[in-house]
């Protein structure tokens, strides 16, 4: 158990439509990363929030958008959802600002975009 | 971009050991890491080296780390059911750059 939580475990959702994924980081920790796995592939990094601004983000389009709160929670948004965007949705959190540090998983949430 | 490399599928019979190779592209990578996956879970950590080691064990688990050939590998001794899963290899460059993984590699243990 990591300590990280992500709700909700499974999502589905139809074309065009819009979707919120939320993200508790560990204790202590106050960044988190996002990240899209689809089936049979690795994990593929989203962006990285630390205290509540973004630092630093992937190969991602802008409709992947994101938000931390003060409490070092996150959100994840996708507008215009695409059947590709099915995938699941893995929240990081780190101890630090710094890509480098070490990222501790949380479950994730399915997405399945019919 | 950067590449991470593994081969998708091993098979060991329960009590053998299992060795699980990764290779990559960057040379600037500055950590690198395996990660284990269950079916329908997150990825959990399973063990880190810094570049600058070659090698580093923990428990069932060693890693190797040939930073000329840019691979390495995570053995497991006397391997479990349990450790039926699929096992990602991830590194980390120089600077604030994010983890970059491999595709995964599924091992499958036989009783």
């Known amino acids: 158990e990591t300590g990280v939580t992500q709700s909700p475990t499974h999502l589905i959702k139809t074309r065009g439509q819009q979707v919120t994924l939320r993200c508790s980081s560990q204790?202590?920790?106050?960044?988190v990363s996002w990240y899209q796995q689809a089936l049979g592939q690795g994990p593929q990094f989203i962006f990285q929030y630390y205290r509540e601004e973004e630092n630093g983000r992937g190969n991602f389009p802008p409709r992947f958008s994101g938000l931390q709160f003060p409490n070092y929670s996150s959100e994840l948004n996708v507008n215009a959802l695409e059947l590709d965007d099915s995938a699941l949705y893995l929240c990081?959190?780190?101890?630090?600002?710094?890509?480098?540090?070490?990222?501790?998983f949380g479950p994730g949430t399915r997405l399945t975009v019919l | 971009g950067e590449d991470v490399e593994q081969s998708l599928f091993l098979s060991v019979r329960e009590g053998d050991s299992s060795v699980i190779n990764c290779t990559y592209t960057d040379s600037s990578s500055t950590y690198l890491y395996w990660y284990k996956q269950e079916p329908g879970a997150g990825l959990q950590l399973l063990t880190y080296i810094f570049s600058n080691m070659d090698m580093k064990q923990d428990q069932r688990l060693t890693v190797l780390l040939n930073k000329k050939d840019k691979h390495l590998s995570l053995r497991i001794a006397d391997t479990q059911t349990g450790d039926s899963a699929i096992y990602f290899c991830a590194e980390k460059g120089s600077g604030n750059t994010p983890l970059v993984f491999g595709k995964g590699t599924r091992l499958s243990v036989i009783a």
């Open positions: 204790s202590g920790h106050n960044t």
């Open positions: 990081a959190s780190t101890p630090g600002r710094l890509l480098t540090d070490t990222q501790y």
